[in-house]
C-alpha cells in the first residue's frame, strides 16, 4: 500500500510563489507515475500535472503551462509542485496522486493512491 503526504501549502499574494512536496512511502516509488490535482470549493478535482517514472514525460494543464514546474526524486521518494506567478484562480486544495499504470490519462478515477490535500490560498 502506498501512502501520500503532501506539505508546503500556504496563503500567498498574487505573483508569489510555492513550493508542494509530495512523500511517498510503502510501495516501489520509482514505478509509481506520480501527478498533482486541486480542488477549488464548488468545484470538481482537476489534472494539474503529471510526470512518468523515471521523470523524462511531463504534462500540465494548460492553465499552469510555463508557471508551475513538476518534478520527482526517486531517491527521496517525493514529488514537488513548483508554482510561480499564482493567480487568485489557482486557490484550491492541491493533492498528490499516484498511479502503477504507466500511462495514466487525466481523470482522478485513473489514479489508485492519493494524500489528504494541502491547502493553497492565493489573495489579489
Known amino acids: 500500500q502506498v501512502q501520500l503526504v503532501e506539505s508546503g501549502g500556504g496563503l500567498v499574494q498574487a505573483g508569489g510563489s510555492l513550493r508542494l512536496s509530495c512523500a511517498a512511502s510503502g510501495g516501489t516509488f520509482s514505478f509509481l507515475v506520480m501527478a498533482w490535482f486541486r480542488q477549488a470549493p464548488g468545484k470538481e478535482r482537476e489534472f494539474v500535472a503529471r510526470?512518468?517514472?523515471?521523470?523524462?514525460?511531463?504534462y500540465y494543464t494548460d492553465s499552469v503551462k510555463g508557471r508551475f514546474t513538476i518534478s520527482r526524486d526517486n531517491a527521496k521518494k517525493t514529488v514537488y509542485l513548483q508554482m510561480n506567478s499564482l493567480k487568485p484562480e489557482d486557490t484550491a486544495v492541491y493533492f498528490c496522486?499516484?498511479?502503477?499504470?504507466?500511462?495514466?490519462?487525466?481523470?482522478?478515477?485513473?489514479?489508485?493512491?492519493w494524500g489528504q490535500g494541502t491547502q493553497v490560498t492565493v489573495s489579489s
Open positions: 496522486a499516484a498511479v502503477y499504470r504507466s500511462v495514466p490519462g487525466y481523470s482522478p478515477n485513473e489514479y489508485a493512491y
Open positions: 510526470i512518468s517514472r523515471s521523470g523524462d514525460n511531463i
